[in-house]
């Protein structure tokens, strides 16, 4: 215990074993605002398919459910001689104080486990955070984890922006792309399972089996309607969505994938006044969805995800110079 004493917060090293991808945001969200490094966040499955974790030292352990043979089996190969077994239930993110409570508990625990009291200031979730002014909905298939997370990596969540995604996925492994999209950057990334409001510095995620509608006070709203096509989640559905909802305050940016899913509607919200960027097929795994926005003749900027972070900065910052006008503010659900 001595040796974890005397690390710096940033070289100590935790895992979180949980089966709910909720409950894995919730500990992501926790060992980060520690400063810790997350090594990994996973069901116990997808434990079992990682042998190479027997050979990686890990300070911390938090499990999230029984401690078994399997799991004492990876523990002690990893040489961790600090170990949190079970926990409550994290509650979603549109609770704010609860989610914050929650918050609060699990870091006492580790400051009173770990010896070190300064834990406990370290910053929660903000409660109150700063008010968005644009909507960016991104559309994204095959190739899409890698380009979207490049282009997150170089966007800071301190925007006034909040971030809308549709990616096309496998619905057994749409759990895992919030750990892909969250890994070395400061953006919260979570899959939507409740109606909830749109918030600075987070991602939302799109679900595979139900559909999603945006209105105008800032709420996704979770439907019981499953989506229509054969893409899902309809990514040309959602643009229209939120271009017809938000209108000039939507920048809409398609990156790599099959198909031509989110072209479907261009001609019918051109006179809402949203951005329709693209990220250039030469960057993109999969073309032909990036290329299909651009011969609409509607795209009004291509780059890489690098480029396209880069473009969407400046453009808020531009923006948000020249036009003085009421921002959307945050409250509970």
Same mark, same amino acid.
């Given at each position: 215990?001595?040796?974890?004493?005397?690390?710096?917060?940033? =070289?100590?090293?935790?895992?979180?074993?949980?089966?709910?991808?909720?409950?894995?945001?919730?500990?992501?969200?926790?060992?980060?605002?520690? %400063?810790?490094?997350?090594?990994?966040?996973?069901?116990?499955?997808?434990?079992? =398919?990682?042998?190479?974790?027997?050979?990686?030292?890990?300070?911390?352990?938090?499990?999230?459910?029984?401690?078994?043979? =399997?799991?004492?089996? $990876?523990?002690?190969?990893?040489?961790?001689?600090?170990?949190?077994? %079970?926990?409550?239930?994290?509650?979603?993110?549109?609770?704010?104080?609860?989610?914050?409570?929650?918050?609060?508990?699990?870091?006492?625990?580790?400051?009173?486990?770990?010896?070190?009291?300064?834990?406990?200031?370290?910053?929660?979730?903000?409660?109150?955070?700063?008010?968005?002014?644009?909507?960016? $909905?991104?559309?994204?298939?095959?190739?899409?984890?890698?380009?979207?997370?490049? $282009?997150?990596?170089?966007?800071?969540?301190?925007?006034?922006?909040?971030?809308?995604?549709?990616?096309?996925?496998?619905?057994?492994?749409?759990?895992?792309?919030?750990?892909?999209?969250?890994?070395?950057?400061?953006?919260?990334?979570?899959?939507?399972?409740?109606?909830?409001?749109?918030?600075?510095?987070?991602?939302?995620?799109?679900?595979?089996?139900?559909?999603?509608?945006?209105?105008?006070?800032?709420?996704?709203?979770?439907?019981?309607?499953?989506?229509? %096509?054969?893409?899902?989640? %309809?990514?040309?559905?959602?643009?229209?969505?939120?271009?017809?909802?938000?209108?000039?305050?939507?920048?809409?940016?398609?990156?790599?994938?099959?198909?031509? =899913?989110?072209?479907?509607?261009?001609?019918?919200?051109?006179?809402?006044?949203?951005?329709?960027?693209?990220?250039?097929?030469?960057?993109?795994?999969?073309?032909?969805?990036?290329?299909?926005?651009?011969?609409?003749?509607?795209?009004?900027?291509?780059?890489?995800?690098?480029?396209?972070?880069?473009?969407?900065?400046?453009?808020?910052?531009?923006?948000?110079?020249?036009?003085?006008?009421?921002? $959307?503010?945050?409250?509970?659900?």
């Amino acid at each position: 215990m001595s040796n974890i004493i005397d690390k710096d917060n940033k =070289d100590i090293k935790v895992i979180v074993v949980a089966e709910h991808q909720h409950q894995r945001l919730a500990f992501t969200d926790t060992v980060r605002s520690l %400063g810790f490094t997350l090594i990994d966040c996973l069901s116990r499955q997808q434990l079992q =398919d990682k042998s190479k974790l027997h050979s990686v030292q890990i300070d911390i352990w938090l499990i999230d459910g029984d401690y078994d043979n =399997d799991i004492a089996s $990876f523990i002690t190969a990893s040489q961790s001689i600090t170990v949190l077994v %079970g926990f409550s239930p994290a509650p979603y993110l549109n609770e704010m104080q609860h989610y914050a409570k929650w918050q609060r508990k699990l870091k006492r625990k580790l400051a009173k486990l770990l010896n070190k009291p300064a834990l406990l200031d370290s910053p929660l979730i903000d409660n109150n955070p700063a008010p968005w002014r644009y909507v960016v $909905f991104l559309g994204a298939s095959m190739g899409g984890p890698h380009a979207v997370k490049t $282009f997150l990596d170089n966007l800071s969540p301190t925007l006034p922006i909040c971030i809308l995604l549709a990616h096309h996925f496998n619905q057994n492994m749409i759990e895992t792309l919030p750990r892909i999209l969250n890994r070395h950057n400061n953006w919260r990334c979570q899959v939507i399972t409740t109606t909830q409001r749109l918030r600075t510095g987070h991602c939302l995620i799109a679900p595979i089996d139900r559909q999603i509608v945006c209105d105008s006070d800032g709420r996704v709203i979770l439907t019981e309607q499953t989506w229509s %096509g054969e893409y899902k989640p %309809g990514i040309g559905q959602l643009l229209q969505n939120t271009s017809d909802v938000y209108g000039s305050d939507l920048v809409s940016i398609i990156f790599s994938g099959m198909g031509k =899913d989110g072209s479907q509607y261009l001609d019918l919200i051109q006179g809402n006044n949203s951005q329709l960027w693209a990220q250039n097929p030469s960057t993109s795994v999969c073309p032909s969805q990036p290329q299909a926005i651009i011969d609409s003749g509607h795209c009004q900027f291509i780059g890489s995800p690098e480029l396209l972070a880069q473009k969407l900065t400046n453009y808020i910052s531009e923006m948000t110079a020249s036009i003085i006008s009421p921002s $959307f503010t945050v409250s509970d659900v």
